[in-house]
């Protein structure tokens, strides 16, 4: 299982967040774009910053509306992951395809709430399904457990399917509710995380998803 950190609750200066953050096992940065429009909290200043110090493989989970401008706005920086969300329900499959043609994997984020049934005509081709175990718009909420019955369908439509994508959980992960989710393929963790030494905190993570 791999484990990508967010560092939206960082609570001192980005830079020494961010320095701490490069010297772990993390296997990506989580970056959490919002706009203040598709959800109310607007981190789009706080992430150009978090970029400025990063070194690790980038997972970028946008809670935008307009989508086309931030994948045009990231995509200089090689992300591994682009990921936006169905909610937005905007042109979806023009997305897809924008996104891969710059050689980048695509993922959909699907909130806790919304039918599993919209990502259906995309699961083919995508790389990536997140699914969000709390409502998008901050960091350090509960674990809502929806993000369960979402996760079994998607396991199992791709076993059915053989279909490629990965299966990435985010929001609420910590030591008591990572053994939940430990089918996934990707973590995303934030305020457990950040809340001790990194490193510690990341490896109680993987210790406690053998
Ligand atoms: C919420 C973000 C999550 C969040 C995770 O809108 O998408 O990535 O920052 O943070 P924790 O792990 O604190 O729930
Ligand atoms: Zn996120």
Same mark, same amino acid.
């Given at each position: 299982?791999?484990?990508?950190? +967010?560092? =939206?609750?960082?609570?001192?200066?980005?830079?020494?967040?961010?320095?701490?953050?490069?010297?772990? +096992?993390?296997?990506?940065?989580? =970056?959490?774009?919002?706009?203040?429009?598709? #959800?109310?909290?607007?981190?789009? !200043?706080?992430?150009?910053?978090? =970029?400025?110090?990063?070194?690790?493989?980038?997972?970028?989970?946008?809670?935008?509306?307009?989508?086309?401008?931030? $994948?045009?706005?990231?995509?200089?920086?090689?992300?591994?992951?682009?990921?936006?969300?169905?909610?937005?329900?905007?042109?979806?499959?023009?997305?897809?395809?924008?996104?891969?043609?710059?050689?980048?994997? #695509?993922?959909?984020?699907?909130?806790?709430?919304? !039918?599993?049934?919209?990502?259906?005509?995309? =699961?083919?081709?995508?790389?990536?399904?997140?699914?969000?175990?709390?409502?998008?718009?901050?960091?350090?909420?509960?674990?809502?457990?929806?993000?369960?019955?979402?996760?079994?369908?998607?396991?199992?439509?791709?076993?059915?399917?053989?279909?490629?994508?990965?299966?990435? &959980?985010?929001?609420?992960?910590?030591?008591?509710?990572? +053994?939940? &989710?430990?089918? #996934?393929?990707?973590?995303?963790?934030? +305020?457990?995380?950040?809340?001790?030494?990194?490193?510690?905190? $990341?490896?109680?993570?993987?210790?406690?998803?053998?």
């Amino acid at each position: 299982m791999k484990v990508a950190t +967010s560092v =939206l609750s960082c609570s001192t200066t980005i830079e020494d967040c961010m320095t701490e953050l490069n010297q772990t +096992s993390s296997n990506y940065l989580h =970056l959490d774009v919002m706009d203040g429009n598709f #959800v109310t909290n607007n981190t789009v !200043d706080m992430m150009d910053k978090v =970029l400025k110090y990063n070194q690790l493989p980038l997972d970028i989970h946008l809670m935008v509306k307009d989508v086309d401008y931030y $994948i045009t706005k990231y995509q200089s920086f090689h992300p591994d992951y682009i990921t936006f969300h169905i909610e937005v329900s905007k042109e979806t499959e023009r997305l897809i395809k924008k996104v891969k043609s710059l050689g980048i994997k #695509v993922g959909l984020a699907l909130n806790p709430e919304t !039918d599993i049934s919209l990502l259906e005509p995309y =699961l083919r081709e995508i790389d990536l399904v997140l699914v969000m175990s709390v409502t998008p718009g901050k960091g350090g909420q509960s674990f809502r457990m929806e993000a369960l019955n979402h996760i079994q369908y998607l396991i199992q439509k791709r076993e059915e399917n053989g279909y490629h994508y990965q299966v990435e &959980v985010d929001g609420g992960i910590k030591d008591d509710t990572i +053994s939940l &989710v430990n089918n #996934v393929d990707i973590v995303v963790s934030g +305020s457990y995380i950040i809340s001790g030494i990194y490193e510690e905190q $990341i490896q109680k993570l993987r210790k406690k998803c053998k």
